[in-house]
């Protein structure tokens, strides 16, 4: 079993800044890869962005040279610049193993116009 806990949403004016974290408990040794997805109302969940144990990075092409993801032991960052309005979303956390694909709680992340 692995345990996610994220931080860091919030509001934000367009062109401003965010930082999430997600720490990870429980058995870490099994994870291969975190990362973060997002879900506005009425849309499906969407993959913004993750990182391999290896430290390997993908990103969802409407992110891409804007947002960053970095890891650090158990916690994955997502740091999130030039916000815009059509980033406004639930951003869950994720971790995958060999199984299973385990889920944080989600935290919302306005942006203002």
């Known amino acids: 079993q692995v345990q996610l806990v994220e931080s860091g949403g919030g509001l934000v004016q367009a062109g401003g800044s965010l930082r999430l974290s997600c720490a990870a408990s429980?058995?870490?040794?099994?994870?291969?890869?975190m990362g973060w997805y997002r879900q506005a109302p009425g849309k499906q969940r969407e993959l913004v962005a993750t990182i391999t144990s290896g430290g390997r990075p993908n990103y969802a092409d409407s992110v891409k040279g804007r947002f960053a993801i970095s890891k650090d032991k158990n916690t994955v960052y997502l740091q999130m610049n030039s916000l815009k309005p059509e980033d406004t979303s639930v951003y869950y956390c994720?971790?995958?193993?060999?199984?299973?694909?385990?889920w944080g709680q989600g935290t919302q992340v306005t942006v203002s116009s």
């Open positions: 429980g058995s870490i040794f099994s994870i291969n890869s």
């Open positions: 994720n971790a995958a193993t060999m199984r299973w694909a385990y």
